[in-house]
């Protein structure tokens, strides 16, 4: 398994138990998403995973390391694309790449390299001199995309990639997470849109209130609740914690 949870928690300081005994593996290829309302725990448990945040208690494992022993070497395996179009606005496109690469210590040659093959794939070779602030939201995203990929990672982290996108640019962020992912790349995501989970996850674990309430293919989820769409599903998994 390329992440692997046992009995996982996670309580923080003020008391709040953000986590509370999750279990649950992610197999080598695959497309796992989160769902559920905010303050579910799905920030907290990816931050676990991308070593950012220590387990209280529980077993954790990603790529078959411990991230309180081995978190450079797992940082170092994992593209992370934040739920912010975190990119500086002072840079062009192409120095905003050239600059994340410094961080994984890419060797110049293929740093340009790289980035033109990045920016092919996203699309926006054309936009390679202009700056972040030139460029749309949609295209921004992109970029951000091509960051979270540049060190060619073993697990790709997106949390929430296609928040305030036009269909359009949605569109295009799911084929190139589909090619990614064609390409062996496993890949794990959050979102609270119900058709980018059903269109992109091979496996589904509904969130709420810091443990996994149901875990399943899109058609099984479906199956399971007598639902046309996940939304149905969501609605009825998650009424209670809707409700309060």
Request: hydrophobic fraction near 35%; aromatic fraction near 6%; include cysteine.
């Amino acid at each position: 398994m390329v992440v692997s949870a046992k009995n996982l928690n996670k309580r923080y300081s003020s008391g709040t138990e953000a986590i509370r005994g999750i279990s649950f593996d992610i197999k080598k290829g695959e497309i796992y998403g989160f769902l559920g309302p905010n303050g579910a725990g799905k920030s907290t448990l990816i931050k676990m995973i991308s070593c950012y945040f220590p387990a209280t208690s529980g077993d954790l494992t990603v790529l078959g390391l411990n991230p309180n022993r081995k978190a450079s070497t797992i940082k170092r395996c994992l593209g992370i694309m934040p739920q912010d179009n975190n990119l500086d606005p002072d840079l062009t496109v192409f120095e905003n790449l050239y600059l994340y690469a410094n961080y994984f210590n890419i060797p110049r040659k293929k740093r340009l390299e790289r980035i033109d093959e990045l920016l092919t794939l996203v699309g926006l070779e054309h936009k390679r001199n202009a700056r972040v602030t030139q460029i749309s939201g949609g295209q921004q995203r992109r970029v951000v995309l091509a960051r979270s990929i540049i060190n060619d990672p073993k697990i790709l982290i997106l949390d929430e990639p296609s928040a305030g996108l036009d269909p359009h640019s949605r569109q295009v962020v799911w084929s190139i997470i589909r090619d990614l992912n064609a390409k062996g790349r496993t890949v794990i995501l959050t979102t609270h849109y119900m058709k980018e989970a059903e269109e992109l996850c091979h496996r589904i674990a509904f969130v709420d209130a810091g443990k996994i309430v149901a875990l399943d293919t899109p058609e099984g989820h479906l199956a399971a609740n007598n639902a046309t769409d996940l939304e149905d599903v969501y609605l009825k998994t998650m009424g209670s914690s809707l409700e309060e």
